[in-house]
């Protein structure tokens, strides 16, 4: 369980603390806390003027850069397939090491344009409405692990054979998420208790934390606080994954590449 903590915790600061480092640097932060601050002291006084010439202030200074993009571009998928390595090994008893989960860039392309794609058929579903976005999110659901299962697998292909394979499984799916709700709202708090017990601690002695400072602490403490719940997670999503397509994780050797079943017609 430590390895699967560890590699949770690995691929959520991978994830979170360049962007605020990155933002810290384009000045970001340091707009977003004037905004946070003009806005406090206007709405001791509104009127619609003030209000309106302070978003017009700050309409193009509250925009995260290209770099930012560029980055959830490229890096979310590779590290999402490294994590689903780690996890599908350790659930068949294979050995792992934390560092897999930088393993998804050596497939890059595959892994960014599989990324990429999902997220676009997700966002296009969700402009219908919520539901068929969260039903596009678990009809894709298991394209990252076929993936992982099958490298030279065409991205076009996981997502057409994790839409087959979740034909009639997208429920007790949404179900399996929804039983790690508690944790997660349990953990989300207890971050926030953490966060706003050492903002009040640092400003009783006389020293105010930037939004720099509490984000960059957010976001280490969270990935530790969230890691254990994460990796819960992600080993129960694999061992749905092998359920779903009908094989026993102890039946791949290390060597085989696994022959999934094909779809019937």
């Known amino acids: 369980m430590g390895l699967l903590i560890a590699s949770a915790a690995i691929y959520m600061l991978c994830l979170n603390l360049p ?11 340091g707009n977003m806390e004037r905004a946070m601050d ?10 619609i003027s003030a209000i309106n010439e302070w978003a017009l202030a700050y309409s193009d200074k509250l925009n995260v850069s290209f770099a930012t993009y560029l980055f959830l571009l490229l890096v979310p998928g590779p590290l999402t397939l490294g994590l689903s390595v780690i996890w599908l090994r350790v659930l068949r008893g294979k050995e792992a090491w ?21 997220a676009v058929f997700i966002a ?10 969260i039903i596009a999110y678990y009809r894709y659901s298991l394209a990252i692990f076929l993936l992982a299962d099958n490298p030279a697998m065409p991205p076009f292909q996981a997502l057409a054979l994790s839409t087959y394979y979740m034909r009639q499984n997208k ?3 949404f179900a399996l998420d929804l039983s790690f709700l508690g ?4 953990t989300g708090f ?8 050492a903002v009040f601690l640092l400003e009783n002695a006389g020293v105010k934390p930037t939004l720099f400072v509490q984000e960059l602490v957010s976001c280490i403490c969270g990935a530790f ?39 019937q017609k």
């Open 124 to 133: 296009l579903w969700s402009i219908l409405l919520l539901v068929p976005g």
């Open 225 to 263: 606080l969230f890691a254990p719940v994460y990796a819960y997670r992600g080993i129960a999503a694999a061992e749905y994954y092998h359920r779903v397509i009908c094989r026993d994780p102890n039946s791949f050797p290390d060597t085989e590449k696994p022959a999934l079943p094909k779809p």
């Open 190 to 197: 207890v971050l926030v208790g953490i966060n706003s017990g």
């Open 98 to 118: 934390a560092d897999m989960v930088f393993s998804g860039f050596g497939n890059f392309a595959r892994a960014v344009l599989l990324w990429f794609v999902r």
């Open 171 to 173: 429920g007790s799916r």
């Open 183 to 186: 944790w997660l709202v349990f």
């Open 19 to 29: 962007v605020i480092i990155v933002e810290q640097i384009t000045g970001f932060w």
């Open 38 to 47: 003009d806005y406090a002291a206007l709405i001791s006084n509104p009127t």
